[in-house]
């Protein structure tokens, strides 16, 4: 009987420090999955990639309170809506917007307000440059997701339609860093 509890007692220790060997090893690889977890998500969160830039053709669209670009070349993330005329970032972060604008000749220099979440953040002014009234504006902005961007007319001027191979009235953005 002493016999059967020494062994049983060996095999007890034995299977304790199995135990304890398999209990750390599932640890060390716990904590070695977090830190490629970890590696990955920075990884997906660089790659991040939203873009657009788009003109205005229609010039029936340049009349309205929120302009209308309604030339979509570039659309990477489909954070811009030629619906609305509403860049809605699909992602927090940074984002840089441009915009250009020239207003039709003798109808007076276009102001147009860079607007955030219905807030004005920037404006731009066509000026008179040679035979053709231009102007252009860049922003930088801080966003959250579903934050919203969009153009103004704040006066109801007439707008520089498409011609040809020039785009007289753009509005651009990306992001910069997530």
């Known amino acids: ?14 299977l304790q420090q199995q135990s304890y060997t ?3 090893s599932v640890k060390d690889l716990r904590t070695k999955l977090q830190a490629e977890l970890a590696v990955i ?10 873009a657009f830039y788009s003109w205005l053709a229609n010039e029936d669209t340049a009349h309205s309170r929120v302009i ?11 954070g811009y809506s030629v619906i609305t005329g509403r860049f809605v970032a699909p992602v927090s972060g940074t ?3 441009s915009v250009t604008v020239s207003d039709k000749s003798g109808v007076g220099p276009a102001h147009l307000d860079i607007m955030k979440n219905d807030i004005e953040v920037g404006a ?3 000026e008179r440059t040679g035979d053709m009234d231009l102007g252009s504006q860049t922003v930088v902005l801080s966003l959250k997701a579903s934050d919203n961007v969009y153009i ?10 498409h011609r040809g191979r020039y785009a007289f009235n753009t509005f651009s953005g990306f992001l910069i860093r997530s």
């Not at 009987?1 to 034995?14: C, D, I, P, R």
């Not at 998500?41 to 939203?50: D, F, G, P, Q, S």
């Open 152 to 161: 103004k007319n704040r006066g109801n001027h007439g707008l520089h339609t």
């Open 1 to 14: 009987m002493e016999q059967l509890v020494n062994e049983l007692s060996k095999k007890s220790a034995k």
């Open 68 to 78: 209308k670009y309604d030339r979509v070349v570039t659309n990477i993330g489909n």
């Open 22 to 24: 398999t209990k750390q």
């Open 95 to 97: 984002y840089a917007f």
């Open 41 to 50: 998500k920075k990884l997906t969160a660089r790659t991040t990639n939203v």
């Open 124 to 126: 731009v002014r066509s």
